[in-house]
């Protein structure tokens, strides 16, 4: 199971690009209101989610997705359950992905990018607190996946993908999608 988090003010394409390539895979995945059953995006689209926070079932995750946008991720960012389920998921070797603000707000807010590289929205480097700072639109170091945002949002979710099922699956969902992914 994989789950997005979505609070008000996400960035509409980060949340939902990964749930789609995910989706074209086979991967269950499941978008988890921590606002409210229906979240609004940065851009005011409003989406239904399928759980809440506490129906989530954080030890059958296998992955934990955190769009970036503003206010959403500060919005994620300040809810303990929120960082809570992002922490569980970290210590038990799940993946962990954010992307655009994410990787600087929650996941160096929360000290789980020492030592590791990763990626942000520009100018937000300094919040990922004991990262190499990388400038490419996804990086990957271990279980770690972290994006700079909009326009890296196709490369996240298939880095998503290939993490989950492969690097040929990645390539059939991409070339489906007509996307160039790794080339």
Known sequence: M????????FEELEALSPVDLLRRSSVEVKLVGVTGKTVHGSHGIGVETELSMDEADWDAAEAVILPGGMPGTTNLYADKRVTDAVR???????????ICAAPSVILGGMGLLQGRRATCYPGMEDGMKGATAVQQT????????????????????CTLVSALCGEAEARRVADSALYAFGK
Not at 88 to 98: E, I, N, P, R
Not at 138 to 157: E, P, Q, S, W
């Open 138 to 157: 996804c990086v990957r170091d271990g279980k770690i996946i972290t994006a700079c945002g909009v326009g890296g949002a196709l490369d996240f979710a």
């Open 88 to 98: 569980k998921c970290y210590d038990d070797g799940k993946f962990v992905a954010a």
């Open 2 to 9: 994989v789950y997005v988090l979505l609070a008000e003010g």
